[in-house]
């Protein structure tokens, strides 16, 4: 069994820095994609960034592409998300999820989340 547990969450005044962690348990960490995903109440849960088994490979929605870095450290079975510049619009939950197959912005092609950390910023 797959445990994500994401945590950094927190509050910011727009134009600051958070940076979210998500720790993944079990061996098999290094040889799935991984995604980050957010959801404000009421609405779906939006693509954010994704990244590959290595790392070598990112993808960042375009709402975010220059202010966000997704990264990954195997060796302590983690991804991270940097996220500069924060906006208020940038406010919600941020789920940390493992991609199991098909295309990396699409939530259905995940298969195990984390219960997500609260980012707030404030204008």
């Known amino acids: 069994q797959v445990q994500l547990v994401e945590s950094g969450g927190g509050l910011v005044q727009a134009g600051g820095s958070l940076r979210l962690s998500c720790a993944a348990s079990?061996?098999?960490?290094?040889?799935?994609?991984m995604g980050w995903f957010r959801q404000v109440l009421g609405k779906e849960r939006d693509f954010v960034a994704a990244l590959s088994w290595s790392g070598g490979s990112t993808y960042y929605a375009d709402s975010v592409k220059g202010r966000f870095t997704i990264s990954r450290d195997n060796a302590k079975n983690t991804v991270y998300l940097q996220m500069n510049s924060l906006k208020p619009e940038d406010t919600a939950v941020y789920y940390c999820?493992?991609?199991?197959?098909?295309?990396?912005?699409?939530?259905?092609?995940?298969?195990?989340w984390g219960q997500g950390t609260q980012v707030t910023v404030s204008s």
């Open positions: 999820a493992r991609l199991g197959s098909g295309r990396y912005y699409d939530a259905a092609s995940y298969d195990y």
């Open positions: 079990g061996r098999t960490f290094s040889s799935y994609a």
